[in-house]
């Protein structure tokens, strides 16, 4: 796809290996990349301006540059971008981050490898490399040998072993690429083979091991190319040591022009995490889940309270600062890094974690499924559930200015409750059924009672108001009503009336602390294609999928937010939540594989 300098979309690629990530735009240029990981201080940091350096990029700039196409290898994390210039010359950049099994682990080093090769033409290229630390703030000091540079960043230093002329890097001076070159970067470790050698292994290794994983995935047979891509984006927001799940890898880009709805995403939200866990088991992926369940029991307390997001470290503390140094994404600050979110009580998390661990216990093909003792770990969330589903919270959309009884909450605190109960059927352990049982079905009939408004016909979305938000449109997916309930199919109609606008759905029409939304939230346009697919209104779900499809950026990634009028992308990125809902509504809608053969 050819593309304009003053082109400014997040028309943006993403790499990374489960230990970071970094953004690729359609010009090769890494303009996002915090390091040594996820939550760290963004060395490359150009997709939000700095605000008094030159740089926060690593560019190969191609002189007379005039267009670009860039796609993914077939089912891999390996993009490749090939830039054109005016006079004939063109070249190759593939970028990656290494990834594959290697003795008894997976070898997955905090390191960008880009692959520079001229294709036609005497292309004349320039390699920029130009990390900055603090935010944005300064540029860190670097050293220079042989075959390799140095930047010392805090509590991390970045190391480059490349063939290209060091002093080509270290003073940006332009050369003509006449043949291959090779650029690694990564931590301060001197490359002790060929370099050549390294990458091409490399390359070889990290393709081989995308296609071993999208070959075990559960597909369906329509849209296999969007699942995939989504499956593969959802993998690499997953931090490995630890295995805490990102919303996004980016902070502050606005949920629309100029609203500074700017948050940090950087972190594990147990909501958005369960939501990943779960689209990717309906795809077979169940790792995710196992190494998402280690996380949670090492943040669980003794009495089974969870904050709603905490760091990939487990940091429970996240507190929210505007970042002064970096003027924002196309210069719409704030900039803010942490986020207050972690001091709200959203009592709908209980159920989000039941819900993510509870095919532990049925999936045999699993080499340590859940026990009694698993089990014991889960109930104190239950407990928690049961004793705050009608306390007001902070709710699913974070409102800072309110708290209400929502019944998103509710539900999903039965949720907890009914897990549990089947959970313990599955075990054997008929007292705990009959316990979690009792509470799911207490929770069920206040809720029922209290969110039903039969003068409007429909659920709202609190047990104090009479206003819709999309988050009702769940209510069938999780279990709590049948999608053929009179009062379900009511509400989903009633959202399709009052939420969606064209091509998409807004969280809620009614003001918040920042004013009335101003664009779609992606998921819940992927939420509304899955409940009229459920109420049978298949056709016309199917079509609505098709064309928020056609709304992906090139390379078929997502953000968090969707303007109405041309679908431009807005909010952070890449979205968890909104691949989790591509994924979600493709497995409802496709045809089966029985239908192909």
């Known amino acids: 796809m050819d593309i304009n300098v003053h082109e400014a979309n997040l028309e943006l690629g993403v790499i990374g290996n489960g230990s970071f990530g970094a953004l690729v735009d359609k010009r090769a240029r890494v303009v996002w990349s915090c390091l040594p990981a996820f939550d760290g201080d963004p060395a490359f940091c150009a997709l939000l301006s700095p605000c008094e350096q030159e740089g926060g990029d690593f560019s190969i700039e191609l002189e007379d540059f005039e267009r ?79 075959n390799h540079m140095r930047w010392l960043l805090p509590h991390f230093t970045l190391r480059l072993s490349t063939d290209v002329p060091i002093r080509f890097v270290r003073d940006g001076l332009p050369f003509v690429l006449s043949h291959r070159m ?12 060929s370099l050549t050698g390294y990458v091409d292994e490399a390359l070889t290794r990290t393709r081989e091991y995308w296609f071993e994983w999208v070959r075990y995935l559960s597909i369906p047979l329509e849209w296999q190319e969007a ?78 309270s969870l904050q709603p997001l905490y760091g990939i470290g487990f940091e429970d503390r996240l507190d929210e600062v505007e970042v002064p140094s970096l003027a924002g994404y196309r ?76 019944t ?24 705990r059924v009959d316990y979690w049982r009792l509470r799911a079905n207490t929770i069920r009939k206040v809720t029922l009672d209290r969110a039903w408004r039969p003068d409007a016909n429909h659920f709202s979305a609190s047990f104090q108001s009479d206003y819709l938000d999309a988050s009702l449109l769940l209510l069938a997916d999780i279990g709590f009503v049948d999608a053929h309930d ?39 346009t992927f939420w509304y294609i899955d409940a009229l697919a459920a109420i049978g209104r298949m056709d016309e779900a199917r079509e609505l999928f098709e ?9 078929g990634l997502l953000s968090e937010d969707m303007a109405f009028e041309d679908g431009e992308g807005w909010g952070n990125f890449p979205q968890t939540y909104s691949h989790v809902g591509l994924i979600i509504a493709a497995m409802r809608l496709s045809r089966s594989w029985q239908e192909a053969s």
């Open 227 to 304: 699942v995939i891509r989504s499956a593969i984006t959802l993998k690499l927001c997953q931090y490995e040591d630890s295995g805490a799940i990102i919303a996004a890898m980016t902070t502050s880009v606005p949920e629309a022009p100029g609203s500074a709805r700017n948050w940090d995403y950087r972190y594990c939200w147990l909501r958005d995490a369960a939501f990943v866990v779960r689209s990717l088991n309906r795809l077979g992926a169940t790792r995710t889940m196992e190494e998402f369940l280690r996380y949670i029991f090492n943040l669980a307390s003794h009495d089974g």
């Open 331 to 406: 210069g719409m600050g704030p900039v803010r890094r942490g986020n207050l979110a972690w001091i709200q009580k959203q009592h709908d998390v209980y159920g989000s974690v039941v819900l993510a661990s509870t095919q532990l216990f049925f999936d045999q093909r699993l080499a340590d499924p859940g026990d009694e003792d698993t089990f014991a770990r889960l109930e104190p969330l239950g407990e928690r559930a049961f004793a705050l589903y009608d306390v007001p919270d902070a709710g699913l959309w974070e409102f800072r200015g309110r708290a209400e009884v929502h």
């Open 486 to 524: 009179p009062r379900y199919v009511a509400t989903v109609e009633a959202i399709g009336r009052e939420l969606r606008h064209g091509d998409g759905v807004f969280r809620y029409v009614a003001p918040d602390d920042f004013g009335a939304p101003e664009t779609s939230f992606t998921i819940c």
């Open 68 to 146: 670009s196409e860039q796609r993914y290898d077939n089912n891999t994390a390996i993009l490749r971008t090939t830039l054109h210039d005016s006079r004939g010359g063109s070249l190759e950049i593939v970028d990656f981050a290494p990834r594959w099994r290697q003795n008894g682990r997976l070898y997955r080093p905090v390191s960008i490898i880009r692959r520079i090769t001229p294709l036609t033409g005497n292309p004349r290229i320039r390699v920029r490399l130009r990390p900055l630390a603090d935010w944005g703030a300064r540029v860190p000091e670097s050293t220079w040998g042989s």
């Open 408 to 431: 998103y909450t509710a539900a999903m605190c039965w949720a907890a409750c009914d897990r549990l109960a089947k959970i313990a059927t599955q075990l054997g352990l008929q007292e």
């Open 547 to 555: 064309r928020v499809l056609s709304h992906r950026n090139h390379l």
């Open 182 to 193: 090779h650029l690694v970067l990564g931590p301060d470790e001197p490359m002790g083979r």
